[in-house]
């Protein structure tokens, strides 16, 4: 492999993990900081799921840079800086193969990533499950609905009333309770 073409691979991963490093702040929804930054006694939720879904995209970004990083240290000790003419990649069509090779490469790996992530949250939110403590909407609070659709990763779909989207949310919260409850044991929670 022509060590240019090793050096453009490592560029093009560092640029998709320094997106994803930064993903976490630069897409964050304004009311989900919101959410996050409300003051709730014993303890935010919306924080917690937030932290440790970053947590997930800065490993994985931060990843990405040190390889991409390493990739470019290889192409240039191994003749990269004595190279003349470049490699296989010689045009803006192979320039943007690599990076599309590498934003599916970062995309798999953060979507594995996000995915034991939300398991993290979900056995630490639901380590103290309970079937028979319903969820139970608040008049007075407008954002009950959105807050929870948040939490439990739920959609409100086209049309639907409260009632219907409170009958899907139960479902997934028992669901992931039965799944996840009690499950916490490798977990330290000081309370």
Not at 78 to 100: K, N, Q, Y
């Amino acid at each position: 492999m022509h060590p240019y073409d090793i050096i453009f691979a490592g560029l093009a991963l560092d640029i998709v993990g320094a997106v994803i490093l930064a993903k976490g702040f630069i897409l964050k929804i304004p009311q989900s900081a919101y959410y996050e930054a409300l003051m709730i006694f014993g303890s935010n939720s919306h924080l917690l799921k937030s932290s440790i879904l970053q947590r997930a995209e800065a490993q994985v970004g931060a990843s990405l840079l040190v390889l991409g990083f390493l990739l470019q240290m290889w192409g240039n000790l191994h003749g990269g800086i004595a190279a003349t003419e470049p490699g296989w990649v010689d045009s803006v069509a192979r320039m943007l193969f690599i990076g599309m090779v590498a934003v599916a490469i970062a995309a798999g790996w953060l979507c594995l990533a996000l995915s034991r992530a939300r398991t993290t949250f979900y056995r630490i939110f639901f380590r103290n499950f309970s079937a028979q403590n319903m969820l139970k909407p608040q008049a007075s609070d407008a954002t009950w609905y959105h807050r929870w659709s948040l939490l439990l990763d739920i959609k409100r779909r086209y049309g639907e009333s409260d009632e219907q989207l409170l009958a899907r949310l139960e479902a997934r919260r028992l669901g992931l309770g039965h799944r996840y409850g009690g499950q916490a044991t490798d977990f330290l929670v000081v309370e």
